[in-house]
């Protein structure tokens, strides 16, 4: 069975574990139809993205609003997950996915363990808290917000240690986009933010031959769309 390494990216509060859990019950869900069969590798590993799931679920119905995912991830965690199809009725498990996520804080204070990790990786997705990125401050200000949440200068320092020797695809994921992906605006301005917020790291990456880089907005919170941000400093808001 071939292995592929694959490093959940992004500062504390982005969504990093509830873009893990996502993925993987969407793609459950939808795999019949695709022609494919995937299962965790471990029953720790089925109870722990269980776990990431209910707890994004809770979090959207709940009364706490979706300016964060859940509880903040503390310790790094390994999820392995079988990929295959059905061969004859019967199971055949040729990929074996090796995701890694851990604490946004790491990026800061554990920067050797995580550049480790990310040399080790064949996909490196950097996950993207979408209002953050998208929303102006009413100013025309859209650094302000993006800067703070999803921390893209300690993103592109960690990059610039990383070993490019082998190939690897490198997606910016924009999450919690459901408000913008309704409209081809929408998706423009996405696209366009990514390109602006991140352009020193895009423009680094275009050096690599071996380095491929992608865009691939994932929606996170169903039918919910974000509205406005209460900021904790200054009693106002923004809408959308």
Not at 26 to 53: R, V, W, Y
Not at 140 to 164: C, S, T, V
Not at 165 to 192: N, Q, Y
Not at 206 to 219: G, L, S
Request: hydrophobic share 40%.
């Amino acid at each position: 069975m071939q292995d592929l390494y694959i490093s959940m990216l992004g500062a504390q509060g982005t969504g990093k574990s509830s873009l893990l859990a996502s993925m993987y019950y969407t793609f459950k869900k939808n795999a019949g139809e695709l022609g494919f069969i995937m299962k965790p590798a471990s029953a720790e590993d089925s109870n722990q993205l269980s776990e990431k799931h209910e707890e994004m679920l809770e979090h959207l119905h709940g009364v706490r609003g979706t300016d964060n995912a859940g509880t903040p991830t503390e310790v790094a965690s390994e999820y392995v997950l079988d990929l295959g199809f059905l061969k004859n009725n019967i199971p055949d498990y040729w990929l074996k996915l090796h995701f890694w996520d851990f604490p946004g804080g790491w990026l800061l204070e554990n920067r050797d363990a995580v550049v480790e990790q990310l040399n080790k990786s064949d996909v490196i997705l950097i996950a993207i808290d979408t209002p953050s990125l998208v929303v102006d401050d009413k100013h025309g200000n859209y650094q302000l917000w993006h800067e703070k949440k999803n921390r893209p200068h300690a993103i592109a320092d960690i990059f610039m240690e990383i070993d490019f020797s082998k190939p690897k695809l490198i997606l910016f994921v924009p999450i919690k986009c459901e408000a913008w992906r309704t409209s081809t605006k929408g998706c423009e301005l996405i696209a366009d933010q990514v390109r602006k917020g991140y352009d020193g790291l895009i423009a680094s990456l275009k050096m690599y031959a071996d380095v491929t880089v992608a865009t691939t907005p994932v929606q996170t919170l169903g039918n919910y769309l974000w509205n406005y941000r209460v900021s904790k400093t200054v009693k106002n808001k923004v809408t959308l």
